[in-house]
């Protein structure tokens, strides 16, 4: 019988999706009069590859060894990529990682549905905190555990800790974080994660079990003002880095990262053999060979990511001109300023009338903001800026 | 808390990797003396992707925009390939599948973890057939279902119906098979699959209920005596194929194939839209954006296939001299002789003294059988022939 669970899910749009299938009618309503539509709904890396990504591909399909590049994976990733990942966040992170504590998984979705299986069990709860991108309900909800969330810190997008206290109760065998955030672009601070880690272990003792950080960090290259993101790991051993090379390296179609267990937490070679079990229940094995070469030797490198600063530092200057309230994101390609109105998904609609095609955050659990997903050539950017002043000049 | 299930998944070693790596310790003991091993135990592909495979690439990575070949696929798969699957389905089976009706995955395990989620909930039964490869257990359990087998027909590896009919009670909501059949090499006839799905529509009238023919077929392509595979699902309505390029096109570490769910069950539409919910909560996503491209462009084709027949033919004449009973492969690089005594592990560790490294099948379902995995060169298999006459004239 056809499955009823999945056959309901089908019913529960994406409202990022549809507003950018709507972008795209607008833009094509009148063939003869196309319109620009600023479209900053979709988080998709708007930079190609660096040039040396598809050479080190090229080379590896011209003198390696086809057996090698297009032959299985051992089920726990190939040993010399495990390495070299490992190689590289030792050395740009002061870490302590072997290969064996590597596992290579299909992007960052692939290692939050190991990371999720490895330390729970149905019935446990897993805690996010709001604004969260609006994709970890479904990725949880088939693990069988609970998926709550702890109310927003608004000032600053850090976190609020007192909501926090209350929110993590015995039953919480899991937070699961976002830093650089998708949907606000804020910055864990150094103080932030410290104060974490700090009343994580104190929470641990209370409880009498283990609380694992889930660390969900594709955006941890994409970092404003010359910093650096601070590594989450490396506040607290319990952390089960989520990796994907999807917006550092704008690989989002190769599906391609890796879940790093810290060897602090004293158990990462057997939590990783787990993942390979947990794949097999889940049809996930390993991510492509030829992906696992190729970044294994490009891991070091991003795509020239200055584009999304630039566009960051244009939007934020031009719409806290007009008023509006934002924190300033500390790295990612999004911000989510805060409506002039209550309603957010008023105030979108009133946004397409301008050709401006925002995100209202109600589907980030968040509502009362937008996000705008500044992925795009900067001189579309400059151009949205008039848009932006008419809107809400006019609406406001 | 550390999950108990998948911690307690990891004293359950695999029968045919712990055989693998023995031969590899057996050919190093003494490097001054490298002894030749007849390794029979792993089932990769021993010939590589055909040249096009790795130019069509190369010309997709060279001259195609980065952003189209490395960007995300839509969630459903990108439209152009799944249209260029159903015609190839289409032009080589007579099927009528659309594009929509072609959810493209992670190879055939990927496949099967959403062929299962689609028609099953938890409770319910799957039935196969023994002999069956041991992933489908670990592939099953996570799903919530019970997984039955139903015993083998070791006459000539078909079906056994009276057996079928036996086992194939209401709970039962899904059938798996594969043809050609890994372990035993044997594929289901057209008389066998007419039969079956005569018997499949009676018991559906008697249970009031659907029941789904979920078919992997990764071996499809590797069919002996000039003859083809008959297309399951051109039997049955209710047919979900799954499908890799790991065998056929040698792409085992690409993980590349696709779930193709036959129109004429009437909700094919609805089955790959829900696809893609099922992918959000096990993490699998689209398959690489590149190699759905290619495989688009190569799917006609298949690797020089050819070795696979030479190989069952020397050692199917070598070991019926020798007066083993065997059922003559139809496809795959698979046989399964009778052992020539009942206890197959005690087989297994006899033609170990011989260099000779056999799979007994009590790890696939059917003991006082072992599994001959030929995907090896054709000198190799000449060179072992010697050994198994040694080791069966001296042992038996």
Same sequence: chains 1, 2.
């Avoid at 050479?55 to 089920?75: A, C, F, Q, T, W």
């Avoid at 301008?354 to 009362?368: E, I, K, Q, S, W």
């Amino acid at each position: 019988m056809i499955s009823e669970t999945f056959k309901a899910m089908l019913s529960g749009k994406s409202v990022i999706r549809e507003l950018s299938e709507q972008a795209a009618r607008m833009a094509n309503a009148d063939p003869a009069h196309p319109v620009e539509i600023f479209d900053y709904s979709l988080g998709n890396p708007s930079v190609p590859a660096p040039a040396v990504v598809n050479e080190k591909m090229i080379d590896l399909l011209r003198n390696e060894d086809p057996m090698l590049v297009h032959g299985y994976s051992p089920s726990l990733g190939i040993p010399s990529v495990k390495e070299k990942l490992a190689a590289s966040l030792n050395r740009r992170f002061g870490m302590n990682y072997k290969g064996t504590d590597i596992f290579p998984t299909s992007g960052a979705a692939g290692a939050l549905a190991h990371a999720f299986r490895l330390v729970t069990k149905p019935g446990d709860t897993i805690l996010t905190f709001a604004p969260y991108f609006p994709e970890y309900g479904p990725y949880v909800i088939p693990t069988g555990c609970q998926f709550k969330t702890v109310p927003a810190d608004t000032k600053n997008f850090q976190i609020n800790f007192d909501a926090l206290e209350e929110a993590l109760t015995p039953d919480v065998m899991a937070l699961l974080i976002n830093t650089p955030n998708n949907p606000s672009g804020a910055m864990y601070s150094e103080e932030t994660l410290r104060q974490l880690a700090e009343f994580l272990l104190l929470r641990e003792k209370e409880f009498g079990h283990e609380i694992w950080l889930i660390s969900d960090e594709p955006y941890r290259e994409i970092v404003f003002d010359g910093k650096k993101a601070p590594y989450v790991s490396s506040f607290y051993a319990r952390t089960l880095s989520c990796y994907s090379f999807s917006k550092s390296l704008s690989l989002p179609g190769e599906r391609i990262g890796y879940l790093a267990v810290n060897p602090a937490c004293g158990c990462s070679d057997m939590l990783v053999q787990m993942c390979g079990q947990i794949s097999r229940g889940i049809g996930h094995n390993c991510p492509s060979s030829l992906m696992q070469l190729t970044v294994a030797d490009t891991c070091d490198l991003t795509s020239d990511l200055s584009v999304y600063e630039t566009n960051m530092n244009l939007l934020y200057d031009a719409l806290t001109d007009l008023g509006l309230e934002i924190v300033r994101p500390g790295g990612t390609f999004y911000m989510m300023p805060k409506c002039p109105e209550a309603d957010s998904n008023a105030f979108s609609r009133k946004a397409l009338k301008y050709n401006l095609v925002l995100v209202p955050c109600d589907t980030f659990a968040l509502p009362g903001y937008f996000r705008i997903a500044y992925c795009t050539d900067t001189e579309k950017v400059i151009r949205s800026l008039d848009a932006f002043r008419r809107f809400i000049k006019t609406e406001y």
